[in-house]
């Protein structure tokens, strides 16, 4: 991946759409661990868990890291269906929501979405 790639196009927008989630996440991680977390602990640090994958793929993905973003991909896509599947199965044990509560529900499904594009974008660049 280059820097032009990256600084161009859907590059730029995949760079600003995580840096959002970036920043989304971390800052509702915050309030909810500062402020109410024994009431969900396994909700709040999965909130802050998909944060630090929000913040390494930004920063990945803006330095044309790209195997370091192909990998953080991959485990907020496994995150975002393990835990969309287990808050779905099992809502007692998710009782307020994550990021990856429903598969990003809450955030429009883009959470689901955003980890396949990101992995045909980098995949994409690979093969050139």
């Known amino acids: 991946m280059s820097d032009a790639a990256v600084r161009s196009g859907p590059g ?18 915050a309030v ?16 802050a868990f998909a944060a630090v994958v929000y913040i390494v793929l930004t920063v990945a993905l803006a330095r044309g890291a790209a195997r370091v973003a192909l990998a953080a991909c991959l485990v907020e896509l496994i995150g975002v269906l393990v835990v969309g599947t287990l808050s779905l199965a099992d809502p007692a044990a998710f009782p307020h929501a994550t990021v990856w509560s429903g598969y990003g529900s809450g ?10 594009v990101g992995l045909l974008w980098l995949l994409r660049g690979v093969r050139r």
Do not use: C, D, H, K
């Open 32 to 47: 909810q661990i500062a402020t109410r977390f024994a009431e969900a602990p396994l909700a709040y640090a999965l909130s």
């Open 12 to 29: 730029r927008v995949l760079v600003a759409v995580y840096g959002v989630f970036a920043l989304a996440a971390t800052s509702r991680a």
């Open 107 to 116: 955030y429009g499904f883009v959470p689901l979405v955003l980890p396949v």
